[in-house]
């Protein structure tokens, strides 16, 4: 079963609206939560990074939440633009032996924004 | 200009060949890995060395060996023994923060085609 499960698999919606990515989890306990960019043949990005305890960060029009509750991490970008055109990657980092090869990539969701 | 780069962006190998990719970084940055990214996949962990002359392997290393004699350089050489070589390849470097605050810096990755 995978960790880190996102939804959905791709989205495509019109120039200007609004639109939520979700990123559901199993990694347990871990250390933050990113969320990254990826244009197409590119590599990607960092958009945000949330702590365990933290429950939001933006970057722009970039808003990425969590619920550690509920497991579950989302991305909101508002008034979408063409560029925002890409995929969206949410990774977790596992949180033991301090070493740096504990991250958990999610599949992502490629968006598409459309004039 | 500071980041980090791979060459070649498209790289084409007969079967039966060893390739090496490229990767540098200008970040004085420790750490650094590769990752193979298939369609519809999450990156996957190959190798990663968090410090000079040291490496360790990810989830996936069979059939790739790298070494890290500059700080500045993370080669990753594809052998005739991995069975399923091509892929999308990223290079990334980070900070050795143990905290969890690193943040992994991606290179633009080099396509790999076996024919």
């Known amino acids: 079963k995978n960790q880190v499960e996102q939804s959905p698999q791709s989205l495509i919606i019109l120039e200007g609206k609004n639109c939520t990515l979700q990123c559901n989890y199993t990694v347990s306990p871990f250390s933050n939560l990113r969320w990254y960019k990826q244009d197409t043949g590119r590599g990607p990005v960092s958009l945000t990074i949330m702590t365990f305890s933290e429950n939001t960060k933006s970057n722009g029009r970039y808003t990425a939440t969590l619920d550690a509750d509920t497991k579950q991490s989302s991305l909101h970008i508002t008034a979408s633009q063409l560029s925002d055109s890409a995929s969206y990657i949410c990774?977790?980092?596992?949180?033991?032996?301090?070493?740096?090869?504990?991250?958990?990539f999610g599949k992502g969701t490629k968006l598409s924004v459309k004039p | 200009d500071g980041g980090i780069t791979q060459s070649p962006k498209y790289l084409f190998r007969k079967e039966g060949q060893n390739v090496t990719l490229s990767c540098e970084q200008n970040l004085n940055h420790d750490a650094m890995y590769w990752y193979r990214q298939d369609p519809g996949q999450g990156l996957r962990l190959i190798y990663y060395s968090q410090i000079v002359n040291d490496f360790q392997k990810g989830d996936i290393a069979e059939g790739y060996s790298v070494s890290r004699e500059k700080k500045e350089s993370f080669p990753l050489t594809v052998t005739s023994a991995q069975k399923n070589p091509t892929a999308f390849y990223l290079c990334?470097?980070?900070?050795?923060?143990?905290?969890?605050?690193?943040?992994?810096?991606f290179g633009p990755g080099t396509r790999l085609t076996v024919l």
């Open positions: 990334a470097s980070s900070t050795s923060d143990r905290a969890g605050g690193d943040t992994q810096y």
């Open positions: 990774v977790l980092r596992r949180n033991y032996g301090g070493s740096q090869g504990n991250l958990i």
